[in-house]
């Protein structure tokens, strides 16, 4: 079997067009076409997605479990999604939200329990963050989820959640994070709450972020000395525009409504 | 006049005072672009044989600085450097120097909710050959915005400009030709898509105009101003061109687009359509159109 012919290939170009139009609705019972051209032209105004919808917006190749997905496909806890280049997702899942940039891998899982095994080491190190260490150990249910390459911009209910990627593993509550995996490293921005940052690898290199507004992005290494891998990094690849979609599609607002641009593409004023 | 500038250089003082970082959100980040453009009406003339064009080259750097007060609302202070280089027309070179404050309020946090601004700016006029054009700007701007739609954003806005000429010889005829006041009202709507945001403003401007040409009956007899022009010479017949200050209403057409390259550059290209209608019957209509590239750090 060619590559080209092979259904997992994700960027077959065939395959994009079916999976453009099946996300445009094209083949949706009842789809009023030009009603649909109107609406995605002028846009949508971001709200509570209706109990069973799961994607807000796809842009050319997304799979669910393999599977192209289009706006009527539904995403639970223990589901993989992937994005081709050039594309993106938009999604909700419970009481969280997701922008899964292009070229993306990330496969959720809810589990009925974690323990932050790091929390107890911050503890000794860290006694003054004692309580953030403890509020992090308290949840009862978690949902976890994988970022095996690419990125994610998420904003999280008040429940405790745990991402990891290939290098590092990061504790959040209630909280606007983004992510991103490489082979060599990942990025974390606390956008906004509490996140517990620790590298996979090294059980030394932990540290606690209480963020307000992009307070301390962070690198986290995989080749580094033991204890020094998580380093600063600078703010990048995501916005307080998309921070403030996602609270909209489940319903709740970010903690900041002016931002001064700083976090956007440069524009000229005119 | 001297009372005006002394207001200009408290309002810019206080600018700075007011910029010092002091907040646990101070968000630093800076601005370089670079533009090439086109001016097919340099002089903003009438008639045909006084209508020149010129290539400009534009380099600017701006420091801007967020103080968030709260949740809702911030103020953003910016200083701005910026140089404007003719090809041809040399001496209408110039180096702009600014400060402004702008106030932002968003009384609601979600995503399609108003807000509202509002800004003042001062900034420093020099040219390499144009002791007339030499002056202050001051401009106060109050500004309304809302998202429609995660592709659909709108504006509306007033603002008050004055300019004043920067003479060490007061009261000589002419000096004060580049003097003006306008005030303006605009709506611009920007419509985003992938990696591009295309927008567009109408603006009405009512008040003082500056054209340059031959001094015809018409125009000495509805000008406020009138003096040579000490940048953009005489014309083919060896007539002087002569800059003069009329009353009138100017509508502006701007529509562009932004192509983002990154998070932190992007592509931009504007055209903008003038057309003024003055006093004692005169109009002129003038293109330009300019490609930047825009950068953004911090």
Known sequence: ?270 | MKKRIMIFHLTLLLSLILGIPSSYAARPFFDLGIDVGHDNNIGRAEEDSDILSDKFLTASVSANYLHQIDYNSGIVFKALAEWIDYQHYYALDHYVLGLSATYRFKPDLTYTAPWYSLGITGKRLEYHDSELRNGYTLEAQAMAGKRFTDRVMGKIGLAHHERLARTDEEGLLGEKLFETQTTKAFVGMDYFWDKFIFYGQYTFQTGDVISTGRATRKVVLASDEIQQDDAIGRDKNNNIRWAYRLKGDTHIGDIGVNYSLSRAAALDFTVRAVEVKAAGGNRYDSYSAHLGLLYRFK
Request: aromatic share 8%; net charge positive; proline share 6%.
């Open chain 1, 1 to 270: 079997m060619t590559e080209r012919n092979n259904p997992n290939n994700i960027d077959d170009p065939r395959r994009d067009f079916l999976v453009k139009a099946l996300a445009a609705g094209v083949y949706s019972a009842g789809a009023a076409i030009p009603g649909l051209v109107v609406a995605d032209f002028f846009g949508r105004k971001p709200e509570k997605l209706p109990k069973g919808r799961s994607f807000y917006r796809i842009e050319g190749k997304v799979l669910v479990n393999g599977k192209a997905a289009d706006l009527n496909t539904v995403v639970t806890a223990n589901d993989k999604l992937e994005t081709a280049k050039g594309s993106k997702a938009i999604f909700v899942v419970g009481q969280d939200a997701f922008l899964l940039k292009e070229k993306s891998q990330l496969k959720l899982s809810a589990k009925e329990k974690f323990k932050k095994r790091l929390s107890n080491k911050v503890k000794k190190k860290e006694p003054q963050k004692t309580h953030v260490a403890e509020q992090l150990q308290d949840s009862a249910l978690v949902n976890s989820m994988r970022l095996v390459k690419g990125g994610v911009l998420t904003v999280f209910g008040k429940s405790e959640h745990e991402i990891s990627t290939p290098t590092a593993s990061i504790g959040i509550r209630g909280t606007g994070v983004y992510f991103e995996s490489e082979p060599e490293r990942s990025y974390v921005c606390t956008c906004y709450g509490i996140t517990e940052l620790a590298a996979s690898d090294d059980l030394d290199s932990t540290e606690i972020i209480q963020s307000k507004h992009h307070d301390a992005p962070r690198y986290i290494l995989k080749d580094a000395p033991a204890g020094q891998k998580i380093i600063p990094a600078p703010f990048k690849n995501h916005s307080d525009l998309e921070l403030m979609l996602l609270e909209e599609l489940v319903g709740r607002t970010p903690p900041f409504a002016v931002s001064g641009d700083n976090y956007s593409a440069p524009r000229r004023g005119y």
